[in-house]
């Protein structure tokens, strides 16, 4: 029987296979939605599907630099030790340098577009490494930089990818970028400088050192000024270019940047599975279930 795009679609959906492979799977199973979906799990193929309720929170976070473009990507996996498997590593390096060459605008795009080439996509691709791999792999966020003229980019892995981070200088020089780059690995600031807090933020807290203050029973004369005093506190502990440099404790951040010729434009950090929700195993019952089998 004739193979139509619809069958495809919901045999790609029911299995997370690649279109190729549901394609076939329908011819060689005369259109018959439940044998090629036995046909697939035969061959191993659709094993994605079968982990997609699964949480990933491990994995790795990677950089790839070509001429004036750079690419942070985050790839989690179920387990820290699948991170360390050379093929998950390679996966991480081949989907990044994807994105380099074909700037997505965002995960969902990089997901649908075409890999290698191949009618099969990006998401095809990572579902057959899930496959092999054996664990549930998703692209979770990336961050692609262009430089303009006179701009410099800064890269750091920490922990062998468990955090990464660009950052992009105007001026000053590589070198320089990257001792940033090191600084918010360490620190890890959430804005480059005040003016970026947002107002809404920046009352927020002022309003609580108020309340703060007041509680203490301090004069009302003078919580305004202690109020003020603790606000440039504040923005120390969050922004980069307020911040004492790792490197050296007497220069903040901006600075020490200002010192060699630049300012800082912006900065990405990634640190491998931030705000998710993690699974937590009891190693011993895994090991014990996997024995009984």
Same mark, same amino acid.
């Given at each position: 029987?004739?193979?139509?795009?619809?069958?495809?679609?919901?045999?790609?959906?029911?299995?997370?296979?690649?279109?190729?492979?549901?394609?076939?799977?329908?011819?060689?199973?005369?259109?018959?939605?439940?044998?090629?979906?036995?046909?697939?799990?035969?061959?191993?193929?659709?094993? !994605? *599907?079968?982990?997609?309720?699964? @949480?990933?929170?491990?994995?790795? %976070?990677?950089?790839?630099?070509?001429?004036? #473009?750079? $690419?942070?990507?985050?790839?989690?996996?179920?387990?820290?030790?699948?991170?360390?498997?050379?093929?998950?590593?390679?996966?991480?390096?081949?989907?990044?340098?994807?994105?380099?060459?074909?700037?997505?605008?965002?995960?969902?795009?990089?997901?649908?577009?075409?890999?290698?080439?191949?009618?099969?996509?990006?998401?095809?691709?990572?579902?057959?490494?899930?496959?092999?791999?054996?664990?549930?792999?998703?692209?979770?966020?990336?961050?692609?930089?262009?430089?303009?003229?006179?701009?410099?980019?800064?890269?750091?892995?920490?922990?062998?990818?468990?955090?990464?981070?660009?950052?992009?200088?105007?001026?000053?020089?590589?070198?320089?970028?990257?001792?940033?780059?090191?600084?918010? !690995? *360490?620190?890890?600031?959430?804005? @480059?400088?005040?003016?970026?807090? %947002?107002?809404?933020?920046?009352?927020?807290? #002022?309003? $609580?050192?108020?309340?703060?203050?007041?509680?203490?029973?301090?004069?009302?004369?003078?919580?305004?000024?202690?109020?003020?005093?603790?606000?440039?506190?504040?923005?120390?502990?969050?922004?980069?270019?307020?911040?004492?440099?790792?490197?050296?404790?007497?220069?903040?951040?901006?600075?020490?940047?200002?010192?060699?010729?630049?300012?800082?434009?912006?900065?990405?950090?990634?640190?491998?599975?931030?705000?998710?929700?993690?699974?937590?195993?009891?190693?011993?019952?895994?090991?014990?279930?996997?024995?009984?089998?």
């Amino acid at each position: 029987m004739a193979i139509s795009a619809s069958m495809v679609k919901e045999l790609r959906e029911k299995t997370g296979a690649g279109m190729m492979d549901c394609k076939k799977a329908l011819s060689e199973t005369d259109g018959d939605m439940e044998k090629a979906i036995d046909f697939l799990r035969e061959k191993g193929i659709a094993k !994605a *599907a079968k982990k997609a309720d699964r @949480v990933a929170a491990e994995g790795l %976070s990677h950089i790839v630099q070509e001429g004036n #473009r750079a $690419v942070l990507v985050e790839i989690n996996s179920e387990t820290d030790f699948v991170s360390k498997n050379e093929g998950f590593i390679n996966m991480v390096d081949t989907v990044a340098k994807h994105i380099l060459n074909n700037s997505p605008a965002d995960v969902e795009e990089a997901l649908a577009q075409d890999f290698d080439g191949e009618q099969d996509t990006l998401q095809d691709f990572i579902n057959s490494q899930i496959a092999t791999i054996g664990e549930k792999i998703s692209l979770r966020r990336f961050a692609a930089v262009e430089l303009a003229e006179n701009e410099h980019v800064g890269s750091y892995i920490h922990m062998g990818g468990r955090i990464g981070v660009l950052t992009v200088l105007e001026g000053a020089d590589e070198q320089t970028a990257k001792d940033v780059a090191m600084h918010v !690995a *360490a620190i890890n600031p959430k804005y @480059v400088s005040r003016d970026a807090v %947002s107002k809404e933020e920046t009352d927020r807290e #002022r309003e $609580v050192l108020k309340q703060q203050a007041m509680n203490e029973g301090k004069p009302e004369n003078i919580v305004e000024k202690m109020v003020e005093g603790r606000l440039g506190k504040f923005f120390e502990e969050i922004c980069l270019n307020e911040q004492a440099f790792v490197k050296d404790g007497d220069q903040k951040v901006g600075v020490y940047v200002e010192s060699k010729g630049g300012s800082v434009k912006t900065f990405y950090r990634y640190e491998v599975g931030e705000g998710m929700e993690k699974r937590e195993d009891n190693f011993a019952e895994e090991v014990m279930s996997q024995v009984k089998k």
